[in-house]
């Protein structure tokens, strides 16, 4: 029986989202091939067992309420790899990881670089397709090498005053504003005007040192779910994201429970289907993905598609888009995850095909 770590939360504003996947991801898991260990991440970092009674009602992992006997810390020893409880020391061998921790220090490529070092096969992409798709403007300038389009963008640096004039020369007015590592719609905002630019663009220097201003594109919002190796990537069937707001900001997402509608299959010609899937597995090899994405488009009233982002770790809550865009292809929540978890074994077959000793 293969043990399987789930790992979850971390100190992303998703944290919450993080352990509500989790606990789907667990409750589907096959417990007949998989046997999975539970592992919370602490919003301040510490790593912790969770046992699966205190995991049915856990909200929120704080070290100030959290047990150091259930400290642990994953270790490689002898060829293996182990969670290592670090009072009692007893360990435990693992097999593979299925981390769910959205943005940093989950989706970014530090998580996937740890368990890359321990050897330990896991779930999703690797160090480096994660770390493009975390930085906007790194993924906006493989996606423009590669051909894809992209909406057009200007980069803004805390250290060096932005001339707003100079923007709206070259991005039209409106224009967005985004924090270059961030997520869940915090600090992007769209700007109208010269006043609001300073205090907006304040707020989205309080996620990062880097903001990019992007042109406005004036479209619908349609995703799509790809998985599978890089040489092999399969598209699900895409769905739409009904905005009620002006745009998918962080009230839209999070607070008003009607601020967008999930509409899947979206509402587009059979022909509009297979564009989307084509561009979207196009993105994925581009970005060197291996592993799972759900690409992120607009589709502008002239029929044309723009890829907005790409996420790498996306939610896989029950009503998540990212396992709904799969149960429209026919491919249910228990299914994806196992097929997940397989893919990390054939990943893992398949990097260690290489003679990795040349290699300096
Ligand atoms: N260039 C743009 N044109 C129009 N709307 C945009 C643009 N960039 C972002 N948005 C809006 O802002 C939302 C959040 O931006 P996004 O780049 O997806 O950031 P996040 O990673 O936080 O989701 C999008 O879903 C969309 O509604
Ligand atoms: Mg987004």
Redesign the pocket.
Same mark, same amino acid.
């Given at each position: 029986m293969k043990k399987i770590a789930i790992i979850f939360g971390g100190h992303s504003s998703e944290h919450e989202v993080s352990i509500n996947s989790a606990r789907n991801i667990f409750k589907a898991m096959d417990k007949a091939k998989f046997t999975p260990v539970l592992l919370g991440v602490s919003k301040q970092g510490t790593w912790y067992s969770i046992n699966e009674k205190d995991f049915e009602t856990l909200e929120s992992i704080n070290d100030s309420k959290m047990s150091e006997s259930n400290s642990v810390t994953l270790i490689r020893s002898q060829s293996k790899v182990f969670c290592l409880n670090l009072q009692n020391q007893q360990r435990q061998e693992l097999d593979c990881a299925f981390n769910i921790i959205h943005g940093t220090n989950g989706e970014d490529g530090t998580m996937q670089g740890h368990l890359k070092i321990l050897g330990l096969p896991f779930v999703g992409c690797g160090v480096m397709s994660s770390a493009i798709a975390m930085d906007?403007e790194v993924m906006k300038i493989v996606m423009s090498a590669a051909g894809i389009p992209n909406?057009r963008w200007v980069v803004l640096k805390s250290h060096v005053p932005a001339d707003f004039d100079q923007i709206v020369k070259q991005l039209g007015l409106p224009?967005?504003i985004?924090p270059a590592n961030?997520?869940?719609?915090?600090g992007?905002h769209?700007i109208k005007s010269k006043d609001d630019f300073a205090a907006q663009l304040k707020d989205a220097f309080k996620y990062d040192h880097k903001v990019l201003a !992007?042109?406005?594109?004036?479209?619908r919002?349609v995703e799509i779910s790809v998985m599978g190796l890089n040489q092999k990537p399969e598209a699900a069937v895409p769905g739409e994201?009904v905005?009620k707001h002006e745009?998918?900001?962080y009230e839209a997402k999070y607070l008003d429970p009607n601020g967008a509608e999930i509409v899947i299959p979206a509402k587009v010609t059979p022909e509009q289907t297979e564009q989307i899937r084509a561009l979207a597995v196009k993105t994925y090899e581009a970005l060197y993905c291996d592993g799972l994405t759900r690409v992120?488009f607009?589709l502008k009233k002239d029929g044309s598609l723009t890829v907005? !982002?790409i996420?790498t770790l996306p939610g896989f809550t029950k009503i998540s888009m990212y396992p709904m865009m799969w149960q429209a292809k026919g491919l249910g929540y228990s299914d994806l995850i196992n097929k997940l978890i397989q893919l990390a074994f054939d990943k893992n077959d398949f990097e260690n095909k290489l003679n990795l000793d040349f290699r300096s």
């Open positions: 906007k909406s224009f967005f985004k961030a997520g869940s719609s915090v992007v769209k !992007e042109e406005f594109i004036d479209g919002e994201l905005v745009f998918y900001s992120d607009f907005n !982002e996420n």
